[in-house]
């Protein structure tokens, strides 16, 4: 059974930080890409940012510059560090890792961590 799971989400005033981990568990041979999406109340989920098995990274446009992914292959966990933090970056963090576990791959979602960001 895979679990994945994220945490260190909170609360934050503008321009502050944050740093949210996900690790994945349960049977994994390997993980392909790992990303991070979020969902604001009354929007759709987006793509924040996603880091390849071999580093690669791509990320909205509006996280660039402020936002950086990592991964630790080792230990099946990937980072999102959040920096100049803004109230429209408020939203329901989740995580997404593309995992083999026999021939194919699938996707497996976390359950979420909330960032809010107050003035």
């Known amino acids: 059974q895979v679990q994945v799971v994220e945490s260190g989400g909170g609360l934050v005033q503008p321009g502050g930080s944050l740093r949210l981990s996900c690790s994945a568990s349960?049977?994994?041979?390997?993980?392909?890409?790992m990303s991070w999406y979020r969902q604001a109340p009354g929007k759709q989920r987006e793509l924040v940012a996603a880091?390849?098995?071999?580093?690669?990274?791509n990320y909205d446009d509006s996280v660039k510059g402020r936002f950086t992914i990592t991964r630790d292959n080792r230990k099946n966990t990937v980072y999102l560090q959040m920096n100049s933090l803004k109230p429209e970056d408020t939203a329901v963090y989740y995580c997404k890792a593309n995992i083999r576990r026999t021939v194919n791959t699938s996707d497996y979602w976390g359950q979420g961590t909330q960032v809010t960001v107050f003035s």
């Open positions: 880091v390849t098995s071999g580093g690669a990274t």
């Open positions: 349960g049977g994994i041979l390997s993980i392909n890409d």
